[in-house]
Structures are given as C-alpha cells and as structure tokens.
C-alpha cells in the first residue's frame, strides 16, 4: 500500500525570511514610502507647518504627535534619507504577513514615540519615520535569535554589514535636528515586536 503524498510544510509567519507574496509587498512597501512624500508635498502646498505636529515632549497637549510624528519630515533632505530604509525594512517586516507588519510597525510607532515624549528634549519637536526605519531594522536584526532561524540570521548578518552604521545614531549626539532619543527608542520596540511575534508564534501559547 503506497502512502499518501505529503505536501510541503510552509514555515510559520514568524520564520519566514521574505514576504509570500514579494510584488503586494513592494507595492504596499512603496504605497507607505510615497505617502510620506504626499504628506509632504501638501505641507508645501498649504503650507500647513505640520512639523509643528510632531512629537512635544512631557507636553500633554504634543502627545498626539506620537501618532503623526512618523509622516512628517523636515526638509526634502530628511525624507530622502530615510525613503530607502523605510521602503526596504518596510518590504522585509511583511514576511510574516499584512497582520503581523501592522502589529509590529504599530508596536514601534507607539511605544517608540511615547519614549520620545518621556525622554526627548524639552522645547523640541520630533519628526520623522527614522525612528520607524530603526524599529523594524531591529526588528530584522534580532528576529532570528528569537525564532531559532537560520534563514533570518543570514538576512540579519547581510542587513548589519550594509547598514550597521545606522546603529550611531543610537548614541547622543550633538547635532541638535537629530533625534538619537527617537531612534533609540524604535530600535528597542523594534526588539520588543520581535520577541513578542516569536512568542506568539510558539506552538501551545495562548496570549
């Protein structure tokens, strides 16, 4: 008696290296990566100063900027600097999912702004996604510690020789218009996201 033919298994969401479906990804990936270009162009337009918007930090009234902060940018300059990153990051977190990017880009986009707003400098106001671009860039970096996969270890290993250097920015620095606060506090909900996603994903948990 022959067996029954076993079809593959496909690896859990959370062990996936690359998204399932890479052209939705790139496309959901670029939709994200131009809406901060719209953004901008409307606060050209108007003008409407949004930068005013951003994240005010122990002000009660600039909390709300945690939820804007992200889509709002300075100069062209500052948009241009983090198109790649976020476009690039953005495409990779989809490996595990639409369901799992947004659990994982939101656990960054709040817990990284309210950091800013408890520990940013006073009369400041933070804008930008580059503290969304260090979430999920350590979000890839350290997702395979947590899921034991050598796939995304290999990616983590390829992300850091190209954009290790990113992790200076993690570090105080001088320059007044950079947040290092922002930054600092993506990248640790960034590792935050992937040890919750790789948690979720062990097998009998039940939240």
Do not use: C
Request: no cysteine; hydrophobic share 55%.
């Amino acid at each position: 008696m022959n067996a029954a033919p076993t079809t593959p298994r496909r690896a859990a969401p959370a062990k996936r290296v690359l998204p399932r479906r890479p052209f939705a990804a790139v496309f959901a990936a670029l939709s994200f990566t131009a809406l901060l270009y719209v953004v901008e162009i409307v606060d050209r337009i108007l003008p409407a100063n949004l930068e005013q918007d951003g994240i005010h930090p122990r002000v009660l009234s600039g909390l709300d900027g945690v939820l804007w902060a992200p889509l709002l940018h300075g100069p062209w300059e500052h948009v241009a600097a983090n198109t790649i990153p976020v476009a690039l990051f953005g495409f990779l977190v989809m490996s595990g999912g639409v369901g799992q990017w947004f659990a994982v880009t939101a656990t960054i986009w709040l817990l990284g702004g309210l950091g800013v707003w408890l520990a940013g400098p006073p009369d400041a106001v933070t804008i930008g996604a580059s503290g969304l671009a260090f979430g999920w860039l350590a979000f890839l970096l350290v997702r395979g510690i947590f899921n034991r996969s050598l796939g995304q270890l290999v990616l983590a290993a390829a992300l850091f020789l190209v954009y290790g250097g990113m992790f200076w920015g993690l570090l105080p620095t001088v320059a007044g218009n950079i947040s290092w606060q922002g930054h600092l506090f993506g990248a640790l909900a960034g590792v935050l996201a992937a040890w919750l996603v790789a948690r979720a994903d062990r097998p009998g948990y039940a939240g």
